[in-house]
């Protein structure tokens, strides 16, 4: 009967430091997702050259410009003109297009050595003449 009644209480509480310990781990799993999208909306930073879609975890799909982003939410204004306070831990899934500063000083660059190419070869092809 002892036993028994151990083993009740030991599968009890076994079973419950399962089912607990499944769901903390869930909530710390969207806690970082919600910090890694946080890094990556203010990353990409604010006005109407900041396009974002964003889908939350119930489905909803957001598609516009990031206005505005703070540490607890952020906001994204559709083609209508209507903003949508968003909490960054309702977000399941982000994409945005806009380049970063490195990436548009290298398109710069790239521009500006492909223009200093041109200008020598035709030079050069002045100078055969």
Known sequence: MFLRKSLSIFLLFTMT?????????????????????EARLKKLGTGEKAKVKVKLYNATTYQGYLSEANDEDFVV????????????????????????????????????????????????ASLDD
């Open 77 to 124: 204004v559709d083609k209508g003109g209507n903003p949508n306070r968003l909490r960054y831990s309702d977000v399941d899934k982000i994409g945005g297009r806009n380049l970063s500063t490195g990436a548009k000083i290298a398109i710069g660059v790239g521009i500006g050595v492909g223009a200093t190419i041109l200008t020598i070869l035709a030079l050069i």
């Open 17 to 37: 430091g399962v089912f607990g310990s499944i769901n903390l781990s869930a909530q710390t799993k969207q806690e970082k997702k919600a910090v890694k999208v």
